[in-house]
């Protein structure tokens, strides 16, 4: 469709995931908002061989199927996801029976989706034009001046030396992705020091059923409510350095990347087909096996190094902002770009109905710009840095990995699910909890780094850790769908940092069985806040500390988390 005025509330550059999406989600909360909204692709995107971010976790899928109203369209013509499934190595991971299995055996009672990136964006565009929202395609933004009261945008149509016209809004979004017009603009790049690279492509005519390569195992099988499950995970074959992901799609093709620290796999073995091929010979032997029989429904390949970036702004007083990879883009270990782009639209779009409203948003933009990097910029270096060394290491990936998602669900998704990402008084009422799990995630992060680094035994073979099993885990999860009232969430904050207190000390004594002297008395109470696997800083540190927990103090404050730590489970098994 073509523009129908040259004045709007609000343009957005870029009709992708989070450009279509912040469009949606302006009119459901301000109906009289007028919108245009440039993408410089002509026409319908394709099906499958389009574009990655098709796993969602909690966050983006509760935010597209109800803040953007997507639902009836992904529990339709989406697939449903069973959640993170990972497979820590075993030998030359021949075997898949043989590898540490993470994750659950049925569908988790709070729904996660896999989308097919061209079929949702497509959806979405249908639904954008019949909002009311002047989604302009084959438009592309060639300049943008930030001016006053109006800024300007000017697009291109019809390809290099194509009609120009320019429109106005009071507010610009750039969701434009790696085009980084903004950003570039304004001159706001922050150079990030996760270095990770990536390669993907798509398989047709039908699904990649990893579930099959252990189909002669009665026993593998029956770890799963029943057969078939496994496939509709976001599944993670990982190894030292990398992790392979596999994500079945709608439209009956099975999207497969490879994620590759090249400290230890250089970006060439990955970079073209064949090369990945013959890197999933010598890595995934059976995923390789799997895609020779599968070469002739190869759909696509594509590539990208270092994909990781940040900004030093992404929302203004003077109504601009920016939104999805436009802004910053931290790892897809974990899926977390579409979350970014579900907070970030949900802070520009709380922005711009203020604006409109005749608020003063000066001093809610610079809180929303500071809250959204600082926990972007925590996540980064935290996280995600400097963490893929110890993938192959079954034992500590599998401790992160939980522990990470006990973070996630308990503190993280909440603010989101109970809408309270924009709620400052909910927002001041948290602070000291999220801080205490901010401090305590710098401790453990470096314990996970450090554990590794102290030698890693031979990997367990042939055990399943049933995330339904740890309740500390998994209630953390049910609740963000139990309606809680605001006090009992409030509560919870405390209640679910007190369990990752629990869980850092339980993970302490853990990892400091592979230091030299063991680890120390689990009579003496430590304080979670001070751990690490370095002895001699242990009394500066003030690691032994009356207020700390002693190991049966810290198991009965992180109740069942020992049915996800591989040693114990491996006795029990
Ligand atoms: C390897 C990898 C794997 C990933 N896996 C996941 C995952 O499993 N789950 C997840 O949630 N996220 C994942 N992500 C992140 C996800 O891909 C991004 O968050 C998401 O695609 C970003 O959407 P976007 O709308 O910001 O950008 P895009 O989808 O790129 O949309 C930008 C749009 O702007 C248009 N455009 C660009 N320049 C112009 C211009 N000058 N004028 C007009 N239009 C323009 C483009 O045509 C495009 O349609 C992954 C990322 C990587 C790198």
Known sequence: MEATSNRYDVAILGGGLAGLTLALQLK???????????????????????????????????????????KDHIEQDELFKAGLRFFFPAGDNSDITQRVEWGDSAFAPVPTYQLDRGRFENELARRNVEAGIDLVQGAFVDEV??????????????????????ITARWVVDAAGRSFILRNKLGLAKDVEHDINSAWWR???????????????????????????????????????YWVWLIPLASNSHSIGIVADPRFHPFER??????????????????????????????????????????????????????????????????????????????VGDLIKRDLGGEDI?????????????????????VWTNHYQYFGDAEVFAAKVTYDYVVYWGVNAPRMYYDKLTDLEFTQATLAQVQRSAQLAVRVQQLFRDWHAAGQPPNPTGIHAVTSKFPGMWDRLKELKAGLDDETLLSRYTTNVDILEGMAVMLFHKAAKRLPDGPPDPERKINPHAISLHPERWEADGLFDDNGLTLAEARQQSQGFEVMLLDELAVTA
């Open 145 to 166: 001046e930030l001016d006053g009261d109006q800024h300007s945008v000017t697009i291109v149509q019809g390809g290099p030396g194509g009609d120009r016209s320019t």
């Open 203 to 241: 398989v047709g005519n039908g699904l990649v059923d990893h579930e099959e390569w252990g189909a002669h195992d009665e026993t593998w099988m029956a770890r799963m409510e029943r057969p078939g499950i496994r496939r509709y995970s976001t599944t993670h074959l990982a190894g030292e350095g």
């Open 270 to 347: 990955i970079s073209t087909f064949e090369a990945a091929l013959d890197w999933l010979h010598e890595f995934e032997p059976q995923l390789a096996k799997a895609m020779e029989e599968r070469k002739d429904d190869i759909q696509d390949f594509l590539k990208i190094e270092k994909f990781s970036h940040g900004c030093e702004r992404v929302f203004s007083p003077q109504r601009w902002a920016m939104v999805g990879e436009a802004g910053v883009f931290i790892d897809p270990l974990y899926s977390p770009g579409s979350d970014y782009i579900a907070m970030a639209n949900t802070y």
């Open 28 to 70: 459901r909360q301000r109906p009289e908002t007028s919108i245009f909204v440039a993408e410089k692709r002509p026409g319908p995107a394709p099906e499958a061989a389009f574009k990655v971010g098709e796993s969602t976790v909690e966050i983006s899928a509760d935010y597209f199927a109800r803040v953007c109203d997507m």
């Open 362 to 382: 000066t001093a809610r933009a610079e809180g929303y710009n500071r809250g959204f990097l600082f926990l972007f910029d925590l996540a980064l270096t935290h």
